[in-house]
């Protein structure tokens, strides 16, 4: 895969203006670059805070060493910019300076305004666009390394430090462990790694694991949760547990599986009533695939700045494929995507962001399987529904009379196993119409409660009677929202998460 070589040459001939390249890894988006411009006989002149240099027709001339805006003032009254890429390396430094804006807005009119054939191709890490440039760019990612390429970094460093290849089977373990890093974080890790013992062993595994988590951790956008949660604590909601078990099953043994022809699990997304388990399914589910779940922060995500919400996405995504295998949990979906297709600044930003998630979603083929959840699917642009970008699309409802038996249950085993054989499960039942999950946790923790307060030596059926008297369930709270949600799952018809 060269999507990044393909979209530079195209985005060059198209006479896009300015480029982004949105990378750590300044040197090696450089040298493509250069090899790219060799090929199309393109002339490159190069800046960065270390000086500028003319490298046009094979020579390398030094210009004066001066600010980004100097130089480009240079250029253009040198009439020095037709058929040249020019490579900026440290512009983000400055990319708050109003001069450098300005200059760098006049060369971009100049492009699109046809005076001179030239590209500027900035590599930095993504900062901030200023407003005034945001038009004139567009943002390119390096591709990400492949299994190939991360084997020949292994076995480079490997040879360079002189150090003893560990197994095959060790090695194969390693490499896939790497995935998703770039060669600098890998060089780290592995450095990090042979510090102690001059070798790759196979406790490295797990610190290559823990790097990884510090890379999520820094990144402040994603949050490693842990999960105690199993699909054990879920009362009801079969079909959905059915599905993710099936789902589980072929994760654990992806290479089985691929290999017959089975498809890699994408996703799930999880809608309905609240406080009714999707949050404990997403964390169940990161159990059974025997992965670790990350949770994405659509509040964080969106930033203030413009491209700031488009960046974090593409940084979290990144993070998730660097962190796979993982679950990846978005929560309350319909927040980062409310506003679609409206007009104004917002929405404009919600809607690119819904399609980079979208395209990483359609061609995601890493093992970072997403359980996104939703409270309000009318609120979810119909793209999202359509069979393709989550596997399966499940309808979380109120718990029927036997779930609502399970889930009181599940409550009262996790803190007073002995009494459950007291317990009139199906007077409860009859009582609990329309209470939600957290609902029935609740009247399962104020009976416990009460009865410690009222020093009784045990909780009986009457004492969860009481209880309920004192809850109002969901239903009674949200009567008219609920009906209105539950005609909207009715008529889009989706699965039921229950049987
Ligand atoms: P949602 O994400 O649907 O709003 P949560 O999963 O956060 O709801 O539910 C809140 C709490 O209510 C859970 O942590 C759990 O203790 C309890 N709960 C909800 N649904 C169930 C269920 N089906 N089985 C067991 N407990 C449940």
Known sequence: MKTFRKNFVRYTDAGLPILYVDTFEGDKAKKIIRELCKEHRRGVIEWSLAGAFDFTDGQNIALPKTDLASTLRLLIDDDNLDNKTLILQDAHFSLDKPETISALKVVAQGITGGNYDCTLCIISPLVPLPKELENYTTILELDPLTEKNIEEIVNDFIKTQGIDPPEKDLLN?????????SQTEIYNILSLAVSEDGMLTSRDLSNILEQKQQIVRKS?????????????????LENLKDWLRRKAE???QIKKAQDFGVDIPKGVLIAGMPGCGKSLTAKAAAKAFDVPLLRLDMGRLMGKYVGESEGNMRRAIK????SSPCVLWIDELEKAFAGIGGNGGGSEVTTRLFGNFLTWMQEKDSLAFVVATANKINALPPELLRKGRFDETFYVDLPTRTERKKILEIHIRKRRPQDLSRIDFDKLADKTGGYCGADLEGVVREAIESAFFHKKPAITTDDIIEAIKNTHSLSEVMKDSIDGMKKIYENLKLK???N
């Open 319 to 322: 993070i998730t494929e660097a």
């Open 220 to 236: 402040g956008i994603l949050e490693m949760v842990r999960v105690k949660e199993t699909m054990n604590d879920i009362g009801g």
């Open 496 to 498: 039921s998460a229950s």
């Open 173 to 181: 373990k390693i490499i896939t462990r790497l995935k998703g890093l």
């Open 250 to 252: 072929i994760f654990k």
